[in-house]
T-cell receptor
Framework: AQTVTQSQPEMSVQEAETVTLSCTYDTSESDYYLFWYKQPPSRQMILVIRQEAYKQQNATENRFSVNFQKAAKSFSLKISDSQLGDAAMYFCAYRSARNTDKLIFGTGTRLQVFP | GAGVSQSPSNKVTEKGKDVELRCDPISGHTALYWYRQSLGQGLEFLIYFQGNSAPDKSGLPSDRFSAERTGGSVSTLTIQRTQQEDSAVYLC??????????????FGEGSWLTVV
């Protein structure tokens, strides 16, 4: 069975600085997708960024980028130029590419952003 | 609708009562998921629908939990004889059809259930 591990329960960053959130996963599959979701206090899960395992190039979305290390099964999220609105819970998630399978989530990292 | 809609937003119920939580997915989305999020915890998978069938019910914690989906659209999660440990946010999500699973899964805002 696949598992996702987020070892940082909480992180903090100063506004305009850069922060990296860690995620590792375990799978025997070679084809899958990885996601980072953001959950603000409103509870709405919002997709931040996704990565296809068959792509070597790291995904980027504006201030958000990932460092995908397939051999190490590592998928970290880097937030550049942090903003107060980035404060939220961040969840890393895995999804098999075999079919429309469920997302498997990590336990989350709470990010605080200080002015 | 524009997004995944869930109702009620908040529900307080007495221990032992039954509750129904409703999810209206994005139009055209064939896959529908229910997750549970306890306070300060990650998301726990409950059940997955493809159309009206549920190929994966592996996450339902007990036989007090059941879910159905009709017309390939609206889904209802039912919890019978609620217990205090059932208190959590119940999140529904949907995703469009596709041969591969890279399609984005869209979440609703959840139903916050409190059992007293």
């Amino acid at each position: 069975a696949q598992t996702v591990t987020q070892s940082q329960p909480e992180m903090s960053v100063q506004e305009a600085e850069t922060v990296t959130l860690s995620c590792t996963y375990d799978t025997s599959e070679s084809d899958y997708y990885l996601f980072w979701y953001k959950q603000p206090p409103s509870r709405q899960m919002i997709l931040v960024i996704r990565q296809e395992a068959y792509k070597q190039q790291n995904a980027t979305e504006n201030r958000f980028s990932v460092n995908f290390q397939k051999a190490a099964k590592s998928f970290s999220l880097k937030i550049s130029d942090s903003q107060l609105g980035d404060a939220a819970m961040y969840f890393c998630a895995y999804r098999s590419a075999r079919n429309t399978d469920k997302l498997i989530f990590g336990t989350g990292t709470r990010l605080q952003v200080f002015p | 609708g524009a997004g995944v809609s869930q109702s009620p937003s908040n529900k307080v119920t007495e221990k032992g009562k039954d509750v129904e939580l409703r999810c209206d997915p994005i139009s055209g989305h064939t896959a529908l998921y229910w997750y549970r999020q306890s306070l300060g915890q990650g998301l726990e998978f409950l059940i997955y629908f493809q159309g009206n069938s549920a190929p994966d019910k592996s996450g339902l914690p007990s036989d007090r939990f059941s879910a159905e989906r009709t017309g390939g659209s609206v889904s209802t999660l039912t919890i019978q004889r609620t217990q205090q440990e059932d208190s959590a946010v119940y999140l529904c999500a949907s995703s469009p059809p596709g041969l591969r699973s890279g399609n984005t899964i869209y979440f609703g805002e959840g139903s916050w259930l409190t059992v007293v």
